[in-house]
C-alpha cells in the first residue's frame, strides 16, 4: 500500500519546506519532486496545504473507572475523536487501584484498547508501594515498553500517591531509566477545602475551583519538583495550569534540573468563569482538576510556552456525559472530573496560538507532537517528517474554516468546552500508519486498525543522570 502526498508545504518543529512525501506500507520512504508513480499509488493533492507530523496527545484517559463511574469515550470513539482533529498517536494512563497488580492493570488496558482507530501507548499510574510495584514497574520498563510512571498527589483515599511513594517511585524510575510524571495539587489541602466548602452550604459547581486554588497547585510543583532534585530524577508536570508551577519549573530549569512541562488546550483558552454559569449543568460540565483559572494564569501560560518552560500541549481527555455530572447534583465533590478535547486540541492551539501569533508553525508543530516525541522517546519514528520515520501525518488547510460544536464532535459526551469557537485553518486529511485515516469529512480505519507503541527507556540521557549523581556522592570520614 502506497501514499503519494503531492504539492503541499512540510512543516516540521524546525523547517518549512515544498516538497511530495511517498509512504509505503507503514512508513515515510522518499520526500522530494516525486514524478510518474505505478498504477497502485494513491494521490492525494496537497496543493495549498500544510503537511505536518500526526498530532500526538500525551494525556488522555479512555474509558477510565473513575469517580464512581467510567469515562464515556472509549477506545474507539476517543481516537475516532483523535484522529478527526489529526492526532495519530494518544498516550493514555493505566491507573490501578491501590493493592492492585500494575501488570494485571496494564494488561486490562491493553485489552480495552484492542478498540483504538488511532496509535496509543500507555503511562502507568503509581499508586500504592511495595516491593511487588517496584519489580512490576521493572518488568513494565523491560518488556512491555512503558517508560514513564504518574503520580497523583490529589484525589486523597483514592489514589493518591503520598511522598513516601513518591520518594520510593521516583528512585525507581531513575534506577529504570523511566520519567516520573506527576499531577500536581495538594490532596491534603484539597480535601481539608472541599469538606470545609460542603460544611458552608457551598454545594454547586461554583465550590469547585474554591477547593483547589492555584496555591494548592503551586505547592504540590514546589515539592515534586524539590524531591526529583533531590533524587536527581527528571520529573514531567502533566496539566500545568497556574503561574507558580510555571515559575517552579522555570526555577528549577535555570539551576539544571531535568523537568517538562505539560499544558492543556482548556487551560490555555478557558477560564474560571465558567463555573458562575447559572446553568448547572454547564458548570458541571467545566469541572476537571486542576480548575480553569482566572485569566492573568492563562497569560502566565501562554508565557511558559513561549519561553519553552512548557514543552507538550494535551488535552486530559475525560469525558463525562450530563448524566454522569448530575451524580454530583447535591455535591459538588462528587461531579466527575474530567473534559473532552482529543480531537480540538490542534485546532484550538493553531487558531489561538499560530493564527494569533503567540507561537509559529513550527512551535505549533514542537507543541502538538516533536517535543512530546522526544521526552518520551519515541523521535525520530515519531513527531517528525523524514525518510524512515512512520507515516503519521495531518494535511492541514489554512484556508479552510469551522466552528466547534458538541453537535459535530465524535466524542461521546453532549457538551463541548470549546463549544462555538471559529476555526481558521483545520485538519482535513490524517494518515495514520501510511493509511488515510480521516479523510473527506470521513472515518476511513477500522476499529481496532491502531498499533500499540513500545517505548524504550533513554538509557544514554539517564545513564548521564546517574554520572552525575556519582559526582556527588557522599565519602565516609575514615576515623
Ligand atoms: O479532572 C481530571 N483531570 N480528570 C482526569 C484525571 C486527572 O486528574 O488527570
Ligand atoms: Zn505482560
Ligand atoms: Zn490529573
Ligand atoms: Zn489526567
Redesign the pocket.
Known sequence: MSLLIKGGTIVTHEETFKADILCKDNKIVEIGDIGEQPKDVEIIDATGKLIMPGGIDP?T?MQ?P?MGTVAKDDFASGTAAALAGGTTTIID?VIPNPQQSLLDAYHQWRDWAKKAHSNYSFHVAITWWDDTVAEEMNILVKDHGVNSFKH?M??KNAIMATDDILVASFTKCLELGAIPTV?AENGELVYHLQNKLMAEGMTGPEAHPLSRPSSVEGEAANRAISIANTLGAPIYL??VSTEEAVDAIRYAKDHGQTVFGEVLAGHLTVDESVYQNPDWATAAAH????PFRPKHHQDALWKGVQAGTLQTTAT?H?AFCAEQKAMGKDNFTQI????AGVEERMMVLWEKGVNQGKITMNEFVALTSTNTAKIFNIYPSKGCIRVGADADLVIWNPAATKTISAKTHHSKIEHSIFEGMEIHGVPETTVCNGKLAWHNNTLMVKSGEGKYVDRPTYAPFYEALRKRQELNKPVAVKR
Open positions: 494525556h484517559h477510565l473513575f494512563f497523583f490529589a484525589y499531577h502533566v496539566h469541572v476537571m482538576s486542576p486530559d475525560c466527575p472530573n474530567g473534559t
